[in-house]
């Protein structure tokens, strides 16, 4: 077993390099600990912007981060490209794809995935996006789809690839339905001259009656009205039924016919096995306490999406957001250290900064405490905290510019098909037909 582990410091394993494993291994940089860092990946994301990935204005360079740059010079922490496959809690040790790692401490700062409810027609033939890979797959889906509406000789025959549904109307289903409308606006009749954008529809769906839900009532009307006057079809209070790659059934017995369905309706938390069934809460989530610990535990701990800190105050956990992760981190990093020299610890207690969505050109909502913004100052103040909160002084350059040419001349961004999206075929398929083994 490999520990990793060359001093006589405390080692502190953290999984996951998100918004709150980051913070949490900055606060570290100078205690006398060690810390060892996992990712599947070599590079920190920045979700919030991964629609704009999607939609081809931005490319994915922008918006990722080498993790080992990003810790460069701080000498307690070393960084694993691993994947977690269990957590054995009574012997202290992960087990991994690069062999089984001990630890004295122990943070999951796993995140969140897409949560398809259980529908498998639905996962497998929707698009999630919560990843890079996943943006980039949405993205050459749609563009491949663009240049099949191309050669399509009937309307009819043209009308699923055209089609665009957002499934899910918090705010990666708002801006995402921004985007394809300003697309269908701007950039159809120049990229694509034999198509008419009357034929391209964008719709947007929910089972809740408001689009942005968790934002106020003002806000979530400012979104809806911007989204109406923008071309998008509001669904509101509808509850998908299945999807078969072609048509969106609805309970009611609506239908449309579609080749292109983003599943934003639900997150869960990436829980690796090994930890309790009896410990996860709604929407997969790590039960914890006060100071983000696991229920039952004494040194392991989850923060942001994957951990659910229920308290009286709390019944459901702090919402999946960045700040909450952030600042889980930061508040957890002094925790540790209070531990390791036996002092008392303090409860975490979130700070809420407030929310916010853009929904296109000009557009957006901010719900800021009791300051309440929308339009033009509510997107440029969406635009400067996203380009500030960017790791690395070059991707914030390179997105600057990209909006500015986006802005400026209404159709930034390349949207190159430099590899092909092709859906693997589904198990259950793949074996009711039989398909021949090859050599």
């Known amino acids: 077993m490999d520990t990793t582990q060359n001093t006589k410091f405390p080692l502190i394993v953290i999984v996951g390099?998100?918004?709150?494993?980051?913070?949490?291994?900055?606060?570290?940089?100078?205690?006398?600990?060690?810390?060892?860092?996992?990712?599947?990946?070599?590079?920190?994301?920045?979700?919030?912007?991964?629609?704009?990935?999607?939609?081809?204005?931005?490319?994915?360079?922008?918006?990722?981060?080498?993790?080992?740059?990003?810790?460069?010079?701080?000498?307690?922490?070393?960084?694993?490209?691993?994947?977690?496959?269990?957590?054995?809690?009574?012997?202290?040790?992960?087990?991994?794809?690069?062999?089984?790692?001990?630890?004295?401490?122990?943070?999951?700062?796993?995140?969140?995935?897409?949560?398809?409810?259980?529908?498998?027609?639905?996962?497998?033939?929707?698009?999630?996006?919560?990843?890079?890979?996943?943006?980039?797959?949405?993205?050459?889906m749609f563009l491949q789809n663009l240049e099949q509406a191309v050669i399509a000789p009937t309307r009819e025959e043209r009308e699923p690839y055209l089609t665009f549904v957002m499934v899910g109307a918090?705010?990666?289903?708002?801006?995402?339905?921004?985007?394809?409308?300003?697309?269908?606006?701007?950039?159809?009749?120049?990229?694509?001259?034999?198509?008419?954008?009357?034929?391209?529809?964008?719709?947007?769906?929910?089972?809740?009656?408001?689009?942005?839900?968790?934002?106020?009532?003002?806000?979530?009307?400012?979104?809806?009205?911007?989204?109406?006057?923008?071309?998008?079809?509001?669904?509101?209070?509808?509850?998908?039924?299945?999807?078969?790659?072609?048509?969106?059934?609805?309970?009611?017995?609506?239908?449309?016919?579609?080749?292109?369905?983003?599943?934003?309706?639900?997150?869960?938390?990436?829980?690796?096995?090994?930890?309790?069934?009896?410990?996860?809460?709604?929407?997969?989530?790590?039960?914890?306490?006060?100071?983000?610990?696991?229920?039952?535990?004494?040194?392991?701990?989850?923060?942001g999406d994957v951990g659910a800190s229920v308290t009286e105050a709390t019944p459901n956990g702090h919402p999946g957001v960045a700040q909450v992760a952030i600042q889980q981190g930061k508040k957890l990093a002094e925790n540790l250290v209070h531990l390791i020299k036996g002092e008392p610890t303090e409860a975490f207690k979130y700070n809420d900064l407030g929310s916010m969505a853009t929904i296109g050109r000009n557009k957006a909502v901010a719900d800021l405490g009791k300051i309440k913004l929308s339009g033009f100052i509510a997107w440029l103040t969406w635009m400067f905290i996203h380009l500030i909160s960017l790791l690395g002084f070059k991707n914030k350059v390179i997105t600057f510019i990209a909006w500015l040419g986006s802005y400026m001349t209404y159709n930034g961004g390349t949207r190159l098909i430099i590899r092909r999206y092709v859906r693997e075929v589904a198990p259950e398929a793949a074996a009711a037909a039989q398909l021949p083994k090859t050599d």
């Open 17 to 140: 390099g998100g918004f709150g494993g980051i913070e949490l291994a900055k606060q570290l940089a100078k205690e006398p600990v060690e810390i060892l860092l996992l990712d599947k990946h070599n590079y920190h994301s920045f979700p919030p912007l991964l629609y704009q990935v999607a939609t081809g204005s931005l490319e994915c360079e922008a918006i990722a981060f080498s993790l080992r740059k990003n810790f460069e010079g701080q000498k307690n922490l070393r960084f694993r490209v691993a994947e977690v496959t269990g957590v054995n809690t009574q012997n202290n040790y992960l087990e991994t794809t690069i062999g089984e790692i001990a630890y004295d401490y122990l943070v999951m700062a796993t995140g969140s995935t897409t949560n398809f409810f259980g529908n498998k027609d639905i996962e497998h033939n929707a698009m999630p996006m919560k990843t890079i890979p996943e943006a980039l797959n949405l993205r050459y």
């Open 170 to 303: 918090g705010p990666t289903g708002v801006e995402l339905a921004g985007s394809f409308a300003e697309l269908k606006n701007h950039v159809l009749s120049k990229d694509y001259p034999e198509l008419k954008k009357e034929e391209m529809q964008v719709y947007l769906v929910d089972f809740l009656p408001k689009v942005l839900g968790p934002m106020s009532e003002d806000s979530s009307a400012k979104a809806k009205g911007y989204l109406e006057k923008m071309g998008v079809n509001l669904m509101l209070g509808v509850k998908v039924e299945s999807y078969d790659g072609t048509e969106l059934k609805f309970e009611g017995g609506k239908v449309i016919r579609t080749k292109n369905v983003v599943w934003s309706a639900g997150v869960m938390g990436v829980v690796p096995e090994g930890i309790s069934e009896d410990l996860l809460v709604k929407g997969n989530r790590i039960k914890t306490d006060e100071i983000c610990r696991v229920v039952g535990t004494s040194n392991i701990f989850a923060i």
